[in-house]
């Protein structure tokens, strides 16, 4: 079972899981990082790039997660922009090394496959970040995704597109389509973390945690992970018994 850590604050999560990413990129310099975007692994990396200042960390490798397809890579809401300027620019890591599903790539059916391919290729991930949704999903593996699937262009739900329009001008903005890593992809990393915090994320963190092992919620794949932690404030946590 995943092991649950319950922190004061936003913050003190944050500093949490960023001592357990920079012991490992002291060990490992050319570390493989699994990122995450959207407002849950903001105090990771903001108390990272406190943790490491002044350290190189030019070697680090970064896989993202996920990113919507239909939206223009330059929109400051894509996650190659939002990986850009909350992870690779206050880390210092080098560009090069970072990657984000191609979700402009014209042969998008098969993109999956190629991403995994250099995910394999790194040696795949040391320590992966994940959020969850108000509905179970972690990435965009929305609920009745297979806890095999793999990384793949998906359709949003509206309720992920709602909980998704605070980072865009409008509903209508939000993309409908992405392309993400699947839940067996995220299984393989080494190691990882899911950070949720606010009383939205309770019951999907009672389902993931304390409910079946099942594609209605994805997140619940985790209890099948040998080295997964979940690391909540009281709100998140507030449903567990
Ligand atoms: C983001 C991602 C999503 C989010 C989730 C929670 O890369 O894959 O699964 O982690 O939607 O989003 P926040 O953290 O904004 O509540």
């Given at each position: ?10 913050e ?11 012991d ?29 200042a ?11 997660l ?77 609920p ?45 990393a080494?190691?990882?973390?899911l ?47």
């Open positions: 079972m995943p092991k649950t850590v319950i922190a004061s604050s936003k003190a999560a944050g500093e949490y899981v960023a001592r357990a990413i920079a490992l990129i002291d060990q490992t310099p050319d570390a493989v990082l699994g990122l995450a975007t959207g407002s849950s692994p903001l105090p990771v990396y903001s108390a990272l790039a406190q943790l490491t002044g350290d190189d960390l030019s070697r680090v490798r970064g896989f993202a996920d990113e919507y397809v239909g939206l223009d890579p330059a929109h400051p809401q894509s996650y190659r922009s939002v990986i850009a300027r909350e992870v690779v620019q206050p880390l210092g890591l080098d560009p090069a090394n970072v990657h984000v599903p191609p979700g402009d790539a014209a042969d998008i059916e098969t993109a999956g496959e190629r991403y995994e391919a250099m995910i394999r290729a790194a040696g795949g991930v040391d320590v992966q970040l994940l959020g969850i949704g108000s509905n179970g999903h972690i990435a965009f593996n929305e009745g995704s297979p806890l095999d699937s793999r990384t793949r262009r998906e359709t949003l739900t509206e309720r992920t597109r709602l909980d998704n329009a605070r980072f865009f001008d409008s509903l209508d903005d939000v993309p409908r389509y992405c392309l993400t890593q699947g839940v067996g992809t995220i299984l393989e080494k190691r990882i973390f950070l949720a915090f606010g009383e939205g994320k309770a019951d999907a963190v009672r389902a993931a945690l304390e409910g079946p092992v099942t594609s209605d919620c994805p997140a619940s794949a985790l209890q099948l992970h040998p080295d997964a932690t979940f690391v909540l404030d009281e709100a998140a946590a507030s449903g567990l018994s």
